[in-house]
């Protein structure tokens, strides 16, 4: 997501239509896989968005962790964290709840004073939902994880890096994982829908595009939100 709230709604709106034309007889899992913050303008909205959908009946809704959030929550920790944060969407987050970030990579007093006025403003429901992240989630014959497995290791053996943060050498994998692994961290043209895996980022930032596939069984339906320039 990206901090694309504009996005998000419209898509939200599709999954809760799908939903009431289907009539599925158990309530529904609404699966996030991870970075909800950065690089867009509404970072802070979209935790609200998914907030807001948990206090809500209609699904049963998991978050994961993305490497986005992890860089979220160092930058809380410790305020040396902060120049490489910026360089990947940190500073659209700050400004989403109100901080500036430093103009200057070494100016450590002023890190450090964006740091505590972050500490601050973030809502404690926010610190909550984002110390709270799940690492994976397993549903039936599909793991859901935020970027993928390490092959040849077992899923209870992962590295919590790894889920985060691999790319090729899950994404090169060839044999079947113990699971079909849902992911995303890593933008494609169009959701991958494999016999090992499903990737599902469309790189919403920067593409306008945010994608989620509709799993019942073996069918697998993909639904995306556009930016109204591509509609």
Known sequence: MHGRLDLLD???????????RIGPSKRPILMF????????????????????????????VRTLKGNHEEAMLNFLRDASAGPEWVEYGGAQTLVSYGVTAPKMRGDVADWERARKEFGERIPPAHLAF??????????????????????????EDQDEHDLMWIRDDFLNEQKPFEKVVVHGHTPEEAPFLGACRIGVDTGAYATGVLTAVRLIGEDRTILQSKAPHLS
């Open 10 to 20: 419209p898509l939200v709106c599709q999954i809760a239509d799908d939903v009431l």
């Open 130 to 155: 984002l110390t709270g992240l799940e690492m994976m989630v397993n549903v039936g014959d599909y793991l859901f994880v935020h970027a993928g497995l390490r092959p040849g290791i077992a899923i």
């Open 33 to 60: 896989l991870g970075d909800y913050v950065d690089r867009g303008l509404e970072s802070k909205g979209v935790i609200d968005r998914i907030l807001a959908l948990r206090s809500q009946p209609a699904f049963e």
